[in-house]
């Protein structure tokens, strides 16, 4: 089945500092998402972005769906980014939805 | 609009015994899902409905079953809770055809002794 890789799977950061956070998939997809899922356990889309370039504050998202990958950048960081960053795919041939494992993100104070 | 919202929050259940999980949104959306997540890992699709009467096998169906008799309710059902089966269920859903961005229910944590 189709694999959706996500680097770094942890990093830690001190607030104000930049990051970048990366998604590769195997397989040809019809759209693919970024959420947040913060310390207490709610999943808050960020972007729905199956192509281009989407920003919303400080967070911005590029997928380049032919070459099977996407970004999301967080700049100017805060502790309230806290949390897990999970992408997820939607497979182009059975409309299947495939997460990856996320990336743990720390900001410290 | 409350958004997508779970019952219960908590339950305990020992092997075998059934319980039903209730997902409820009032967005009027067409698409709904369900998700597992277990430690360490990002969530897997159950099963998922495109519309009121319809359902689908997800990544992980084995042990679930589903219903969706109303549009904005969809039914989670285990039948013979297995502990392989504890953990957190998120329910989602979304607007239209294409899938659009997803709103997520705050969780529901099961463990299975």
């Known amino acids: 089945g189709i694999q959706v890789e996500q680097s770094p799977p942890d990093l830690i950061l001190q607030e104000g500092a930049n990051s970048t956070l990366r998604c590769n998939f195997s397989?040809?997809?019809?759209?693919l998402q970024w959420f947040h899922q913060n310390p207490w356990g709610q999943l808050i889309n960020l972007f729905y972005?199956?192509?281009g370039t989407k920003q919303n504050g400080r967070l911005s998202a590029t997928t380049v769906a032919t070459e099977r990958y996407s970004l999301l950048y967080i700049s100017s960081s805060q502790t309230t980014d806290s949390g897990v960053y999970f992408c997820?795919?939607?497979?182009?041939?059975?409309?299947?939805?495939?997460f990856g494992k996320g990336t743990r993100l720390h900001i410290l104070p | 609009n409350a958004g997508v919202t779970q019952t219960p929050k908590f339950r305990v259940l020992k092997t075998g015994q059934s319980m039903t999980l209730l997902c409820a949104q009032d967005?009027?959306?067409?698409?709904m899902y369900w998700y597992r997540q277990d430690p360490g890992m990002g969530l897997r699709l159950i099963h998922y409905?495109?519309?009121?009467?319809?359902?689908a096998k997800g990544e992980v169906p084995d042990g679930y079953n589903v219903s969706r008799l109303k549009k904005q309710n969809f039914l989670l059902g285990l039948e013979s809770a297995a502990p392989s089966q504890t953990s957190v269920y998120f329910c989602?859903?979304?607007?239209?055809?294409?899938?659009?961005?997803?709103?997520f229910g705050p969780g529901t944590r099961l463990t299975v002794l």
């Open positions: 989602a859903s979304s607007r239209g055809r294409e899938r659009d961005e997803q709103f």
């Open positions: 397989d040809s997809v019809n759209n």
């Open positions: 972005i199956p192509s």
């Open positions: 997820a795919v939607e497979r182009s041939r059975d409309d299947k939805i495939i």
């Open positions: 967005m009027n959306h067409e698409y």
């Open positions: 409905s495109v519309g009121e009467g319809t359902t």
